[in-house]
């Protein structure tokens, strides 16, 4: 199926399409190839895109659509669209759908937009936002030590901490070993004491003001925290940084599509209510509402 979606993606591209062929089937109902380009192509701009890139959401909707018109098949055999109750619903879904749909017509934005400058614009402007701070992938050996630990057990924990510090030194350790044979921490003793990356502002005060004076590959002495001691490891480290403009342009297009796209709307609708005032008649409104409760 995976294959068969990505050859559809392809094929919605091109300019002679193949022959409608059948893409999914439930029972004796289908859905044709031809079904689904046409209904990327209705798609906003970076959603079709998004679509394109990740096959599995295309096969999750191929396989919604079908079983939608299996209920609708089982609805329609037992003339549910007869009922009063469901036909003044479809009246309204009737409206409501032709409503929204022009509007979305009203408000389309340009294929060709944003351009660009709108991007470079866009950018420049989001630049602060975009700032990835300083981070670290850190790996660490936890030793247990409670806040209400008595003298002996804190003592039996400083002692560990210390012996264990005293191993990570030697020449030629091997911290991720250490750390599976000695932390105490379940989740990350099975990777070799890794925790990850974390952001300077994810690391607690006491750890954090020690981390710039490790280098790659360096540990650090015991740490005491209010749960007990950590002897941190830096793996990695990535300055601060913001990405390049390539490197969010997709995500700035569908933002400033988004944007446009509500802009153009409540334009729309602005110019709309002008032409044509809006009353309401406040009194025949209480009426409905009924006499106010005491």
């Keep these: 199926m995976k294959n068969i979606i990505i050859t559809l993606i392809a094929a919605a591209t091109a300019a002679h399409a193949e022959p409608a062929s059948t893409l999914g089937k439930i029972g004796d109902i289908e859905i044709k190839t031809d079904e689904i380009r046409e209904a990327l192509a209705g798609l906003e701009a970076g959603q079709d895109a998004a679509l394109a890139k990740d096959p599995a959401a295309l096969g999750q909707y191929v396989r919604a659509l079908l079983i939608q018109r299996l209920v609708l098949k089982e609805a329609l055999a037992k003339k549910w669209d007869q009922e009063p109750e469901?036909?003044?619903?479809?009246?309204?879904?009737?409206?409501?759908?032709?409503?929204?749909?022009?509007?979305?017509?009203?408000?389309?934005?340009?294929?060709?937009?944003?351009?660009?400058?709108?991007?470079?614009?866009?950018?420049?402007?989001?630049?602060?936002s975009l700032l990835v701070?300083?981070?670290?992938?850190?790996?660490?050996?936890?030793?247990?030590?409670?806040?209400?630990a008595d003298?002996?057990?804190?003592?039996?924990?400083?002692?560990?901490?210390?012996?264990?510090?005293?191993?990570?030194?030697?020449?030629?350790?091997?911290?991720?070993?250490i750390a599976a044979a000695e932390s105490e921490e379940a989740a990350s003793k099975t990777k070799g004491g890794e925790i990850g990356w974390l952001a300077e502002a994810q690391i607690?005060?006491?750890?954090?003001?020690?981390?710039p004076k490790l280098a790659a590959g360096t540990t650090s002495e015991p740490v005491k925290l209010a749960?007990?001691?950590?002897?941190l490891k830096v793996l990695e480290t990535k300055d601060a940084h913001t990405p390049s403009l390539e490197l969010v342009k997709d995500q700035l297009a569908v933002q400033l599509r988004a944007e446009r796209g509500r802009l153009n709307r409540q334009e729309f609708l602005a110019k709309l209510l002008k032409e044509n005032p809006l009353a309401i008649n406040e009194i025949e409104l209480a009426k409905v509402l009924g006499p106010a409760k005491p």
Aim: net charge positive; aromatic share 8%; hydrophobic share 45%.
């Design 151 to 177: 003298k002996a057990a804190a003592d039996k924990a400083k002692a560990k901490a210390d012996a264990v510090a005293k191993k990570v030194k030697e020449k030629n350790a091997d911290f991720a070993a």
């Design 227 to 231: 749960d007990g001691w950590h002897i």
């Design 86 to 128: 469901v036909v003044a619903k479809l009246v309204r879904a009737r409206e409501s759908a032709l409503t929204e749909s022009f509007l979305e017509s009203a408000a389309k934005v340009p294929a060709d937009f944003p351009t660009p400058s709108d991007l470079q614009a866009a950018y420049d402007a989001a630049k602060p």
């Design 204 to 211: 607690q005060p006491e750890i954090r003001e020690r981390l």
């Design 133 to 148: 701070p300083k981070s670290f992938r850190l790996a660490q050996i936890y030793i247990a030590q409670p806040a209400d």
